[in-house]
């Protein structure tokens, strides 16, 4: 009789952890959570979905419209803009406003989809992808051969610093310190455009390079993390991953998995960060790293097959801890301890970063323009201080 007893108890507490998934109607650990509805959009989206307080879902394209969906995913508006290949960067900003950058302009819309301004780019620039961030009334985005600053009221230029072709990346500090990385190098400004610091300084001694390699210079491609002490945290392209103080010191480096110069492992999406201050990462590799704020790291977890047609997602973080992630045609539920939850399979690679909405719908874009809503039990986003892609649901890039 004590062994039926104990038993019982192990299998309760086992199933514990999976209790929140297995009382959602047509739930299974290893289905994944179900599809409230999926809508076929005209082209690929572009950007992280943003969720604006009125209840819409709304996206960029690669052609160019910006799509407004309600809570079924039927369309309620799209925007069009005359000059229209390539539109990301999507934010918006307490009121509902929204921005968007092209390679050309950069506009900015009411939540109803009218058309409040728009900006021309100088110079012939073509870019992937563009990355942006809201200030204090500011919008910071890629503009032609330059970053910009403009003002969210009426969209006019207040000061610009030139980056070529680079494709840059932006978040903004609690003071409004903006911190820009454009690939070799990261930068910081106030917001009249003031330069603060910059990584590498003057007098900075690299480390030696590894072997293979003549110098061994981190390449940064994503937008970082901020910590809740204002940490930056974020990959590289070769194997590493990095934290620095708000003014621009290195505070350390770790080498996930350098096996020579020939290797390809990068991670190639930002970080997210957990409620107990867990670091989350995801590498080209499909493979899920997890660090503390002092570069210990405490676990890894290989979700699957890497994606190949799309750069890797970034994952998302929910208020129960659960981690969602990305492989091969394939959405990963992972525990906070890097556990395997589930497996949900996709008509298609994931092509940008999630976003979890407050009841819990998980909204992810696919590769054949296929947008979902998935029931999740996470009830929104985690508490922390940079739970999915540039911090919030508005993908504002503000600490």
């Excluded at 092209?102 to 992937?128: H, I, Q, Y």
Aim: charged share 15%; proline share 7%.
């Amino acid at each position: 009789m004590w062994f039926l007893a104990l038993l019982t108890l192990g299998i309760i507490i086992a199933g514990s952890s999976l209790s929140h998934w297995a009382t959602m109607p047509g739930f299974s650990a290893q289905s994944g959570p179900p599809v409230d509805w999926k809508q076929k959009l005209p082209d690929l989206v572009s950007s992280a979905p943003v969720l604006g307080k009125n209840g819409l879902i709304y996206v960029t394209t690669r052609s160019g419209p910006v799509y407004a969906l309600d809570h079924s995913g039927t369309i309620q508006w799209s925007y069009r803009p005359e000059y229209s290949p390539a539109s990301s960067a999507l934010m918006s900003d307490k009121d509902g406003n929204l921005y968007f950058s092209m390679v050309a302009k950069v506009f900015s819309l009411t939540a109803n989809g009218e058309k409040r301004w728009e900006a021309d780019c100088p110079g012939d620039v073509f870019r992937m992808s563009e990355h942006g961030a809201l200030g204090h009334g500011i919008l910071y985005t890629t503009c032609g051969e330059n970053l910009s600053a403009f003002n969210t009221a009426n969209g006019q230029e207040m000061w610009r610093v030139a980056v070529g072709n680079n494709d840059i990346k932006a978040v903004v500090m609690k003071d409004g310190t903006l911190l820009i990385e454009r690939g070799w190098s990261m930068s910081a400004f106030d917001s009249m455009g003031n330069s603060l610091w910059n990584f590498p300084p003057p007098d900075y001694v690299a480390p030696a390079p590894r072997k293979g390699l003549i110098s061994d210079q981190s390449f940064f491609n994503y937008p970082a993390a901020i910590g809740k002490d204002e940490t930056l945290y974020l990959g590289s392209n070769d194997s590493e991953f990095s934290a620095f103080s708000p003014d621009g010191t290195l505070k350390w480096t770790l080498d996930v998995g350098y096996t020579g110069p020939m290797d390809s492992l990068r991670f190639a999406s930002s970080p997210v960060i957990a409620a107990d201050d867990t670091v989350i990462a995801v590498s080209n590799k499909a493979v899920a790293y997890a660090f503390t704020p002092q570069g210990t790291l405490l676990w890894k977890t290989r979700l699957g097959d890497p994606i190949r047609s799309v750069d890797q997602p970034s994952p998302v973080v929910g208020k129960d801890g659960t981690i969602y992630a990305f492989a091969d045609h394939g959405l990963i539920g992972l525990t906070p301890e890097g556990k395997q939850i589930f497996n949900l399979r996709l008509s298609d690679d994931a092509t940008v970063p999630p976003t979890l909405a407050p009841d819990g719908t998980l909204y992810v874009a696919t590769n054949d323009g296929m947008l979902y809503a998935l029931k999740t039990g996470s009830k929104g986003l985690a508490h922390s201080s940079w739970p999915k892609y540039q911090g919030d649901l508005a993908n504002s890039g503000r600490f």
